[in-house]
Nanobody, 127 residues
């Protein structure tokens, strides 16, 4: 069973950048599809980005396309989310998620597909 720990959140001004990291342990990281989701106060958790086993396939939520980039380093058991041109509406708790049953080439945005979740890291974007 994989354990996930997010880091890198914080307070940033609109237009700024942050890079989130998610370190995995306890599983064969290279065989997990990885995803990032976020949840703002009073809202449902929503899909941000996902990446396949090798990193060859990625997908993004419509609200972050062109601004956020997901990547992974299988040697370091870590997945990243580079967030640029941040907006106040990006304020949320960001969660890392993993699944080992999805196809290797999958980069699913379906929240129910993911079995393992981190505790989340807060991102606050001030206007």
């Amino acid at each position: 069973q994989v354990q996930l720990v997010e880091s890198g959140g914080g307070l940033v001004q609109a237009g700024g950048s942050l890079r989130l990291s998610c370190a995995a342990s306890g599983g064969t990281f290279s065989r997990y599809v990885m995803g990032w989701f976020r949840q703002a106060p009073g809202k449902e958790r929503e899909f941000v980005a996902a990446i396949s086993w090798s990193g060859g396939s990625t997908s993004y939520g419509d609200s972050v396309k062109g601004r956020f980039t997901i990547s992974r380093d299988n040697a370091k058991n870590t997945v990243y989310l580079q967030m640029n041109r941040l907006k106040p509406e990006d304020t949320a708790v960001y969660y890392c998620a993993a699944d080992r049953t999805l196809a290797p080439s999958s980069a699913s945005g379906f929240i129910n597909a993911y079995d393992y979740w981190g505790q989340g890291t807060q991102v606050t974007v001030s206007s």
